[in-house]
């Protein structure tokens, strides 16, 4: 009777021990960051949702590849632009929802339709500002878009825009997506989502079978969990825990860091102080420091490879000398350099934010300006973001971090940089003219007018502190053969999931 | 604190108390002294350390991130290690004390008196008002602090007395609640009965009979709660209420050194090592005091005395 | 009795009905949740129209309104964030918490009473000193250092442990032992102090000189005299574990209502606030209610005055 409580114990870590490993071969678990905060596919272009419906349980008729700003066919064979206010869709054959219904133009429509809904709160409908888009089915295999004014990157839109099946409730959110992609849902609570693949998708069949996620919020904790092995993979670990070459993964996850430059107000509405903000910081000891090795410093607000990211543009070096001898010319010209200006930060904005605001003050008081930090709470921080500006707010740099992942500059440039963008503190006659060529235009010149607005930007106007293009890290268990690309932070495609002999 | 009238008349009459021999029996206790020191240690560190160390808590130097403690390669500033911006974590220390001590001790008297004497109310008289300060308290207690911090944030805007104010409301409801229990069972003692048969005016009674026997459970939580105000202060602070950087207290450096558990313990270590001593030193004192002021106990300190000569 | 109970139940029903107000109103004061819930790049139009849909566009009382009028239906709301009723996403985390919080209490106060009454009976002896300093450091240690760190030495280093999570046994020890530090050492220290004081009175010096064994003395007669300011320190205890053992929830990813509440205030889902509030608003008032009737249980001489 007495080593019978030792037995149980004992017994314990061996099921325990077992159930860790016991998932399947092909079985898998991921443990996230957060809960998704719900699994309705047209919000799915939240990080939280996104990771884990698109392209495993729905799919879009696109697919872009942000790092060479290419869009390549997936559930549309291919298109073509009709006029410039219509685009014409060839839908795949053979394809069917999870729930058995036909993918054809009726259901693209509807998807569409749902989309644009106005009694549902749809995420992914920002990507289309205020557009009206008028779909319509041609035949069982073809889809018309047609949009209240031209759009010319509607294939690249149209990689946002989740297929759902047309069986899904129409007026109502769900949690409950059903898609045409290679996994359906099987549960979902407040613990665990679980994925498993359907046997008759359309494309290829992956290895995994099934997956289940689970979140933790705390970043050791997730790699830890890699490394004790009851779990096989975590994006998003900070820096500091991706200590371990062999599973630890850096990768460029599209987000843009800067901080944006008050410059209507004095004293930075002085081009002199704007640069010297630039030449303050330690840019290549901050960046190691505090978001490793691998992270790239950023001269411009979209990372290598989008449409319109201009290569031949020199980020602002080191040099607090020069930067100091430019405060002190500015204030020589009466400008008044004492003035107390504020950084606008937000809370938990990415991992060592709040670290990178206290070194650039202290940076930037070094060169004699007068540099004070609030860190704010979400909802706080957006009275910053957009237009109109709180009033009475003085000079303030405000810190920002923008994700473009469509591939195309048209989603950053015309929102911060003309007189009219939302976030912009810019007002240049010239520079918007430029912006709204390249806006109605396509390929080639796109790209020239865009690299062209983020010259001026970045050499004559100097907008903004570019700061650097984030770096994410994610922990590989040793089974899988996986790794990480642009687009992880907002999916984990389940098919390029392989796993190690 | 001597001249706090805490002790009962019959101790009065017993022992001229004044500073120096409350002082001379603290020592007689070598626990409590060390205590006392420490207290005194961090005091002067909070007075003077902002005009003793220089800029050495603000510049960063990269090339010392996260620099593990017990080197002397950067001087003895880095004795402690340094921190994620490459900064002086024994500096930060020293400087860090006048923030933390400030808010906690703001925080924590605001509570312990507000709601000591709201508990005293609500205990003593009996009938409506004590049921109405109940079950305010009850509301209180309810409230997610979390939600008055942002309400107060957006309404009466960022600033230390705001900060202050809601460290102060989330925690009144244990002192007022602890006060009142110990009052009701207090008043129903036979000396109390006996000083009301005497004809003991209201004030008298509180004052000469009920605080002292409720002041010394509130001082033991209060002393505990320290803790747990520089840690809560941080997390406000992070809503962008209150201490903002490059201002910092224990509780931000503890904070921000949450993210590195796993490979700079030291970042998080040594101020949340600093909490725990004043924490503890508040509290062997206010055990110490606790002995000290009941005159059936002081026994225990005069016999330390008595065994030494 | 029972007029009593029922007497401060409706005190109590009051009191919760006018924090609803507080909640609804007072939350409605931080921010514009339109900022939140839709993508930073969403232009005005679309924020108007999210306002306009769930009615955060019209006058606060005519929001409050309907609110009451869903009410009256048992009607809760829709947790935005999480496209369900917001009174079944409550109601699903609560009990995971109240299990974790019961647990956690009880031993805590068990803990918590026969330590603090050892010490009592020699302060400044060695088992005085060692109890002070162990549960005082447990309580002012930072929760999530203390949590963290287990993570990493007793799952990763030694493998002992899982990391987080539910399921077996062995996945609630961690959670448990750190959500007791800082009740077991409060406790601690009022459980001590007050059997110092009980411990002096004349009726245990009685007690003594009558020759009744010491652990009799300490356990049973000045414990039930010493237990009144416990049981009070218990209970705001126990109300702050309820209302959110936040840190553990979330590091161990314990699917309870302290997280969720914080996520739902967070993200200004309002239905969800109210919801979370309410559940544990109406844990903590009836908590408060039994304490009082423990205190008559205890003191009698309390009782004819709660009666």
């Known amino acids: 009777m007495r080593i019978k409580p030792v037995c149980l114990a004992g017994g314990m870590v061996l099921a325990l021990a077992a159930s860790l490993s016991a998932a399947g071969a092909e079985e898998i678990t991921i443990v996230l960051p957060e809960q998704p905060a719900n699994l309705e596919p047209c919000r799915s272009i939240r990080a939280d949702i996104g990771r884990v419906i698109n392209m495993n349980i729905t799919e879009t008729l696109t697919i872009i590849e942000p790092e060479t700003a290419q869009v390549t066919p997936h559930l549309a064979e291919s298109w073509e632009q009709v006029d410039d206010k219509t685009w014409r869709f060839k839908l795949r054959e053979g394809v069917s929802f999870q729930d058995g219904a036909p993918f054809n133009a009726e259901a693209v429509v509807k998807s569409i339709n749902r989309l644009m809904n106005p009694k549902l709160t749809c995420d992914s409908r920002s990507k289309f500002g205020d557009v009206t888009l008028t779909p319509k089915a041609v035949d069982e295999g073809t889809v018309e878009i047609v949009s209240d004014i031209p759009i010319p990157i509607m294939p690249t839109l149209m990689g946002t825009v989740q297929i759902v099946s047309p069986n899904m409730p129409f007026d109502q959110e769900v949690n409950k997506p059903v898609g045409t992609g290679p996994y359906e849902l099987e549960a979902a609570d407040n613990e665990h989502i679980v994925l498993v693949r359907r046997d008759d998708y359309w494309g290829e069949a992956p290895e995994v079978t099934k997956a289940t996620y689970r979140w933790r919020s705390e970043s050791a904790i997730r790699a830890a969990m890699v490394e004790s092995g009851e779990t096989d993979l975590t994006p998003a670990i900070a820096v500091q825990d991706a200590t371990n070459p062999e599973t630890d993964f850096a990768y460029l996850n599209s987000e843009t860091t800067r901080m944006r430059i008050d410059a209507q107000i004095a004293p930075l509405d002085d081009i002199r102080v704007r640069e010297a903000l630039n030449l303050a910081i330690d840019w290549d000891g901050m960046g190691e420091a505090l978001f490793g090795t691998d992270v790239l410093r950023a001269s411009q607000m979209v990372v290598p490879g989008v449409l319109g990211h201009n290569p031949d543009i020199k980020p602002w070096p080191y040099d607090p000398e020069r930067a100091k001898a430019l405060i002190e010319e500015a204030r020589a010209d009466g400008v008044p350099v004492d003035t107390e200006i504020t950084i606008i930060g937000r809370n938990g904005f990415f991992p060592n934010a709040s670290e990178s605001l206290e070194a650039m003050q202290a940076l930037w008081q070094e060169i004699g300006l007068n540099v004070t930090i609030r860190e704010m709470e979400a909802a706080d921080w957006v009275r910053y973001l957009d237009k109109p500006f709180p009033e009475g707010r003085g000079p303030t740099l405000f810190q920002q971090q923008h994700d473009n992942n469509t591939g195309d500059a048209g989603f950053t440039v015309p929102v911060m940089y003309t007189s009219e963008g939302q976030y912009s503190t810019i007002a240049d006659k010239d520079l918007d003219q430029v912006i709204t060529k390249a806006m109605s235009s396509t390929g080639e010149e796109r790209e020239k007018l865009f690299q062209e607005a983020f010259r001026v930007v970045h050499d004559e106007i100097i907008a903004d502190v570019p700061m650097y293009h984030m770096i994410g890290y994610v922990r590989v268990g040793p089974r899988l053969d996986w790794t990480p690309d642009l687009k992880t932070n907002s999916e984990i495609r389940l098919a390029e999931i392989k796993f190690k002999q | ?309 | 009795m029972f007029g009593y109970v029922f007497k401060r139940s409706l005190q109590s029903l009051v009191a919760v009905a006018g924090l609803l107000v507080l909640v609804f109103f007072l939350s409605r004061l931080t921010g514009d949740p339109a900022y939140l819930y839709l993508p930073l790049d969403s232009t005005e139009a679309q924020r108007q129209a999210f306002n306009e849909l769930h009615g955060f566009d019209d006058p606060l009382y005519i929001q409050f309104g309907r609110y009451l009028a869903d009410l009256l239906h048992f009607d809760f709301g829709t947790a935005l964030s999480r496209n369900r009723p917001a009174m079944e996403v409550a109601l699903e985390a609560f009990p995971e918490t109240l299990k974790l919080a019961a647990i956690a209490m009880t031993l805590s106060l068990v803990l918590a009473i026969v330590v603090g009454a050892l010490a009592a009976t020699k302060p400044g002896g060695i088992f005085d000193r060692l109890a002070t300093t162990i549960s005082l450091a447990g309580a002012s240690a930072p929760d999530f250092w203390v949590a963290i760190v287990a993570i990493l030495f007793f799952s990763v280093s030694l493998g002992l442990l899982p990391t987080s999570g539910t399921g077996t046994p062995l996945h609630w020890i961690m959670p448990i032992g750190v959500l007791m530090l800082r009740p077991f050492g409060l406790l601690t220290q009022v459980v001590r102090g007050s059997m110092m004081g009980v411990l002096t009175s004349p009726y245990i010096k009685t007690a003594q000189a009558k020759g009744v064994r010491r652990t009799k003395i300490v356990f049973v007669h000045a414990l039930r005299n010493a237990l009144l300011p416990v049981i009070t320190v218990a209970g705001d205890l126990a109300a702050s574990l309820i209302n959110g053992a936040v840190v553990v929830e979330t590091i161990f990813g314990w699917p309870g209502i302290g997280k969720l509440m914080i996520d739902a205030i967070v993200r200004r889902d309002f239905a969800l606030v109210q919801a979370t509030v309410l559940i544990t608003a109406i844990a903590i008032f009836f908590l408060n209610i039994v304490i009082d009737l423990v205190y008559a249980a205890l003191d009698p001489r309390i009782r004819h005055q709660t009666a």
Request: glycine share 8%.
């Open chain 2, 1 to 309: 604190m001597s001249t706090l009238s805490l002790q009962t008349p019959d101790a009065e009459k017993r022992t001229a108390s004044g500073p120096a021999r409350i002082f001379r029996l603290l020592l007689r206790d070598p626990l409590a002294t060390l205590a006392f020191a420490f207290l005194v240690v961090v005091v002067v560190c909070a007075v003077a350390g902002p005009f003793l160390i220089g800029d050495l808590i603000e510049k960063p130097n990269f090339r010392a991130r996260n620099m593990p403690p017990f080197s002397l390669e950067q001087g003895f500033a880095y004795i402690l290690g340094a921190d994620t911006l490459g900064r002086s974590l024994l500096a930060r220390l020293v400087v860090g004390a006048r923030n933390t001590l400030g808010i906690a001790t703001a925080a924590v008297l605001c509570s312990l008196v507000i709601g000591g004497t709201l508990g005293l109310i609500a205990g003593y008289s009996r009938g409506a008002l004590g049921n109405l300060i109940m079950r305010a308290t009850d509301i209180v207690m309810s409230f997610p602090s979390l939600l008055l911090a942002l309400v107060v944030l957006f309404s009466l805007g960022p600033s230390v007395p705001n900060l202050v104010l809601v460290l102060a409301i989330t925690r009144i409801p244990i002192y007022l609640r602890t006060t009142r229990a110990e009052v009701l069972e207090v008043r129903e003692r036979m000396f109390v009965n006996a000083a009301v048969a005497l004809g003991a005016s209201h004030s008298r009674l509180i004052f000469r009979h009920i605080a002292p026997m409720v002041i010394p459970t509130l001082l033991t939580i209060g002393a505990i709660d320290f803790a747990t105000v520089v840690l809560a202060e941080s997390s406000l602070s992070f809503l962008g209420l209150g201490i903002q950087s490059p201002q910092f207290t224990w509780g931000s450096m503890v904070a921000t050194g949450r993210g590195y558990l796993a490979n700079a313990w030291w970042v998080a270590f040594w101020p949340g090592l600093m909490i725990l001593l004043t924490t503890l030193s508040l509290n062997i004192l206010s055990n110490w005091w606790r002995t000290y002021s009941d005159p059936q106990q002081r026994w225990r300190l005069e016999l330390a005395r008595r065994h030494r000569k």
